[in-house]
């Protein structure tokens, strides 16, 4: 169905931009206190209703990567390190204000300093070697999952070579493939029927089982060091099971303290999902009766890295539920959105074509 799968782009590109626009004012906040969750929820409603005036909320480095993807891969009509890299870059030194990460920005200065002849050596060189872990590959990598579509190892491979123009560290570039597996799968996923969260997760789990493959080097290591993602999965299936079928809901803490609210990929990704997932049955303290509001506006209560893990969150459950679940009114008060939405559709207009 070509008319659903054009929402579902749309879906997807506007829950990254919303969920940054949203989450950034909170970005390493703690978590909410109930007081604070009122003040969400007053806020979003007001947000959502008719009549309301407030500055326009400003993206972060979140969309402004992911607009450079979703462009080079419109203008390029597939993956284009060259160009992609020098779109970071120009992005970056145009509006460097936008709260990028602390270290990605020498990798955009090594870049324009050896005029883009060596792509991939900056990235290496990231705290002494190890390459960046952040989440700053997943943040960015909608668009690529849409572009990719059903092709699964099309996915992996792209993912993985836009991701290591900044991010070389196993954590930055697996997580980073999670979350385009998480977005491809939620894209080919009819959001009429109801979504078994252990089905989905039991799928992440087995593909994350082959890209963290057991390396001989690492017998001494327990399951959890060698792949941590697939453990992070288990840890969400663990949590939302906890959730519907005993009387007391898991606290935040103990979400927080198995999963993360951090910059880093593995303390970011799996929360978006679980955020996700999660957020397709009631949660207390949130008010609303569409999903797609209700993983945003639960990932920003978890606090800490709230711009990106509602962004994640947002590009999956966008790429699920389709653009319909996303409130015409809020979206006039984020920054950018008819050009997103726009995006959206060119890059649907290629890959049909290509397709
Ligand atoms: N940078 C932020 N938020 C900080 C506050 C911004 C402030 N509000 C402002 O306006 O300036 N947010 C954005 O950064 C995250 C994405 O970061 P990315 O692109 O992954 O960058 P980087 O620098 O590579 O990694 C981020 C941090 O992670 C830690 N780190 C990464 N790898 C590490 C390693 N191997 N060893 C030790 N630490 C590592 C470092 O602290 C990095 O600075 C998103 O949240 C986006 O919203
Ligand atoms: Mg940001
Ligand atoms: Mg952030």
């Given at each position: 169905?070509?008319?659903?799968?054009?929402?579902?782009?749309?879906?997807?590109?506007l829950?990254v931009l919303?969920?940054?626009?949203?989450?950034?004012?909170?970005e390493?906040?703690?978590?909410?206190?109930?007081?604070?969750?009122?003040?969400?929820?007053?806020s979003?409603d007001k947000l959502?209703?008719?009549l309301?005036?407030a500055?326009?909320?400003q993206?972060?480095d979140?969309s402004a990567?992911t607009?450079s993807?979703?462009e080079?891969?419109?203008?390029?009509?597939?993956?284009?390190l060259d160009?992609l890299?020098?779109?970071?870059v120009k992005?970056y030194y145009q509006?460097?204000?936008r709260?990028?990460?602390?270290?990605i920005?020498?990798?955009f200065?090594?870049?324009?300093?050896n005029?883009?002849?060596?792509?991939?050596?900056?990235?290496?060189?990231?705290?002494?070697?190890?390459?960046?872990?952040?989440?700053?590959?997943a943040?960015?990598?909608?668009p690529i999952?849409?572009?990719?579509c059903?092709?699964?190892d099309?996915?992996?491979?792209?993912?993985?070579?836009?991701?290591?123009?900044?991010?070389?560290?196993?954590?930055?570039v697996n997580?980073?493939?999670?979350?385009?597996?998480?977005?491809?799968k939620?894209?080919?996923?009819?959001?009429k029927?109801?979504?078994?969260?252990?089905?989905?997760?039991?799928?992440?789990?087995?593909k994350?089982?082959?890209?963290?493959?057991?390396?001989?080097?690492f017998l001494?290591?327990?399951?959890?060091?060698?792949?941590?993602?697939k453990?992070?999965?288990?840890?969400?299936?663990?949590?939302?099971?906890k959730?519907?079928?005993?009387e007391?809901?898991?606290?935040?803490?103990?979400?927080?303290?198995?999963l993360g609210?951090?910059v880093t990929?593995?303390h970011s990704?799996?929360?978006?999902?679980f955020?996700?997932?999660?957020?397709q049955?009631?949660?207390?303290?949130?008010?609303?009766?569409?999903?797609?509001?209700?993983a945003?506006?639960y990932a920003?209560t978890?606090?800490?890295d709230?711009?990106?893990i509602?962004?994640?969150a947002?590009?999956?459950?966008g790429a699920?539920?389709g653009?319909?679940n996303?409130?015409?009114?809020l979206?006039n008060h984020?920054?950018a959105?008819?050009?997103f939405?726009?995006l959206?559709?060119?890059?649907f207009?290629?890959v049909?074509?290509i397709?």
């Amino acid at each position: 169905d070509l008319s659903l799968l054009s929402k579902k782009f749309r879906g997807s590109m506007l829950g990254v931009l919303t969920g940054d626009c949203l989450g950034s004012p909170y970005e390493n906040d703690e978590p909410l206190s109930t007081a604070s969750k009122v003040i969400l929820q007053k806020s979003f409603d007001k947000l959502e209703g008719p009549l309301f005036k407030a500055p326009v909320m400003q993206f972060t480095d979140d969309s402004a990567m992911t607009k450079s993807v979703v462009e080079s891969l419109i203008e390029k009509r597939g993956l284009d390190l060259d160009d992609l890299s020098k779109k970071f870059v120009k992005r970056y030194y145009q509006e460097p204000n936008r709260g990028y990460g602390q270290g990605i920005v020498t990798v955009f200065q090594k870049l324009r300093g050896n005029k883009f002849s060596d792509l991939m050596t900056p990235a290496r060189e990231q705290f002494n070697g190890q390459g960046s872990m952040g989440n700053g590959g997943a943040m960015r990598v909608a668009p690529i999952a849409l572009f990719c579509c059903n092709d699964y190892d099309q996915l992996v491979n792209m993912t993985k070579r836009a991701t290591k123009l900044t991010h070389t560290h196993k954590f930055g570039v697996n997580g980073a493939i999670l979350q385009a597996i998480a977005i491809q799968k939620s894209l080919m996923m009819d959001p009429k029927q109801a979504l078994n969260y252990a089905t989905f997760l039991e799928d992440l789990i087995n593909k994350m089982d082959v890209i963290e493959e057991n390396d001989e080097e690492f017998l001494e290591l327990s399951e959890s060091e060698i792949q941590p993602f697939k453990t992070q999965l288990r840890i969400i299936e663990r949590l939302i099971e906890k959730s519907l079928t005993n009387e007391n809901e898991p606290h935040t803490d103990e979400i927080l303290k198995l999963l993360g609210n951090n910059v880093t990929a593995l303390h970011s990704v799996p929360t978006a999902i679980f955020c996700f997932l999660r957020a397709q049955y009631p949660i207390a303290e949130i008010n609303t009766e569409n999903p797609m509001r209700r993983a945003i506006q639960y990932a920003i209560t978890l606090g800490g890295d709230t711009d990106t893990i509602a962004s994640m969150a947002g590009a999956i459950a966008g790429a699920y539920y389709g653009e319909d679940n996303i409130n015409a009114q809020l979206l006039n008060h984020c920054e950018a959105a008819a050009e997103f939405k726009e995006l959206a559709n060119k890059l649907f207009d290629v890959v049909t074509t290509i397709k």
